[in-house]
């Protein structure tokens, strides 16, 4: 059990048959009334978001869980298959606990997120940027880099992103796996 006092960004609680985390919170002391924490939550089971309100002080039972590194191995119609690097196990997880699978490259170190009671897996963390090469993109065109232009390309994973115009085909690039942007080239 824990109070509404030892909230923090991703803390896992059980409520309602399900296990959220907290993605962000805000501690609300209005002139009149009493205190409460404004909350929102993520279900790791559906992905859903809701806000819930909660009073200062309530008790809420949280879930232990556990980040477990894991490397990628391979994707088939199974799901994307991973091996746990402490006993080699491999273990299959279905795309939707996976946020940006595209950008999933074989041999990759991920953490898995396991309910600790149950040995479920909640969801697959991919580190903040991965390395990928660039397989397609059309060429720049000479003198067009006045503005901030940015271009399609296609990476090896097959992911999309969009890039800045002096970008080229055959380019090692840095994506940041949070929201799929490009971040810089890889020297």
Do not use: W
């Not at 819930?52 to 809420?60: H, I, L, P, Q, S």
């Not at 041999?107 to 396991?114: E, H, K, M, R, S």
């Not at 897996?121 to 503005?147: C, H, Q, W």
């Amino acid at each position: 059990m824990a109070s509404t006092a030892d909230f923090k960004n991703g803390l896992c609680l059980e409520m309602n048959n399900d296990i959220y985390t907290i993605v962000e919170f805000q501690h609300v002391k209005p002139g009149k009334g009493a205190a409460f924490v404004r909350t929102k939550l993520k279900s790791l089971n559906t992905g859903k978001v809701l806000d819930r309100t909660f009073t200062a002080g309530e008790k809420v039972v949280t879930a232990r869980v556990e980040k477990r590194p894991h490397q990628f191995i391979y994707a088939d119609d199974m799901g994307y298959h991973f091996m746990d690097l402490d006993n080699f196990e491999q273990i299959p997880i279905q795309e939707k606990l996976i946020e940006r699978a595209n950008l999933l490259k074989e041999g990759q170190t991920v953490d898995i997120l396991v309910h600790a009671e149950t040995e479920t897996p909640l969801s697959v963390e991919l580190p903040p940027f991965v390395e990928l090469m660039i397989t397609y993109t059309e060429p720049g065109i000479k003198g067009d880099t006045a503005t901030n232009a940015m271009k399609p390309a296609t990476l090896e994973t097959g992911a999309t992103v969009m890039v800045p115009l002096f970008v080229e085909q055959d380019i090692l690039i840095k994506v940041d796996t949070r929201d799929g942007s490009y971040s810089e080239r890889v020297k």
